[in-house]
């Protein structure tokens, strides 16, 4: 009952500081698409207990997403009991504990909430994003995935992916990678594929461009599928704010997209950011 009443409330409960944002990927069958929801929880707020060595909490959450058109409804109500190592808490403690969940969903205008629970103390928190699922009518390009992590897969051989995360305060030093994929691309009438180029560059806080990878193309798998991969270098970066500029060209249509990702260099075991929706 208590969670169902912070799901209902017209304002955040901010006991549990928390961060969320939302990735519109790629196409999924029904004309839908698939959106990975992803928050963060500040561990420092939860009422750990040490239990043989370990940090024992139980963290209870439900995840809701609704289309603020119809009023079609995704939720999903789970927990996650933790019993962390100390060097694991302390980690966490700097980039918080992440909770992603996917969903397929149809065009629109939609808002997730979530609201988290301590079992411990009974603390709660809240927080919301609004996000827009785009349709296939037009060239796009997936909501790109800024991380400092990448998933190689169990056998550590697979395509390395970047691991979608509400995080955009990092640590300068630690490389950063940015992926993405192009929807609804022009096709090349002598060979049916795609011909897409991409290019990036960095901006500081002040504006001004510390480098620029002009555009180069993007292979296209088999099927046409465009993505790409980038990784980013942040050694003798200062701390501060920066901005990642996407630049992509559809060498058949002659379309272009530019997409701005801000993000934050900070140094470990600085403030963490207040809680927020992200995006």
């Known amino acids: 009952q208590e969670v169902q ?24 069958p029904a004309e839908k698409s698939r959106v990975v929801v992803a928050a963060d929880v500040d561990i420092r707020a939860l009422d750990f207990q040490e239990v043989d060595g370990r940090f024992t909490d139980t963290l209870e959450y439900l995840l809701a997403v609704v289309h603020r058109d119809t009023n079609e409804y995704f939720r999903v109500d789970e927990k996650a009991d933790m019993k962390l190592l100390p060097e694991t808490r302390d980690k966490l403690a700097v980039t918080w504990y992440p909770i992603v969940r996917d969903f397929e969903l149809p065009p629109g205008p939609y808002r997730a909430k979530i609201v988290v629970r301590d079992r411990a103390n009974g603390q ?13 009518d037009r060239w796009r390009v997936t909501t790109p995935i800024l991380s400092e992590t990448v998933d190689r897969g169990e056998d550590g051989q697979s395509r390395p992916r970047a691991v979608p995360s509400a995080r955009r305060v990092y640590v300068p030093g630690e490389p950063l990678y940015l992926e993405f994929q192009v929807i609804g691309a ?38 046409g599928t465009v993505s790409r991969l980038i990784g980013l270098a942040t050694a003798g970066l200062a701390p501060g ?12 249509s002659g379309e272009m997209i530019e ?13 963490a950011p207040a809680a927020s929706s992200g995006g």
């Open 124 to 136: 709660l928190g809240t927080v919301t994003h609004d996000f827009e699922v785009e349709g296939f």
């Open 186 to 223: 022009a096709r090349d009438p002598s060979t049916g594929l795609p011909r897409v180029a991409s290019g990036h560059s960095l901006q500081d806080g002040r504006g001004a461009t510390l480098f620029v990878a002009e555009p180069t193309p993007i292979r296209p798998s088999s099927t």
């Open 5 to 28: 009443r912070a799901l209902d409330a017209a304002h955040p409960l901010p006991d549990i500081p928390l961060r969320m944002t939302a990735y519109v990927l790629e196409e999924a």
């Open 241 to 252: 704010d920066y901005a990642l500029t996407l630049f992509l060209q559809d060498r058949v």
């Open 259 to 271: 997409v701005l990702e801000p993000f934050r260099l900070a140094p470990s075991g600085g403030p």
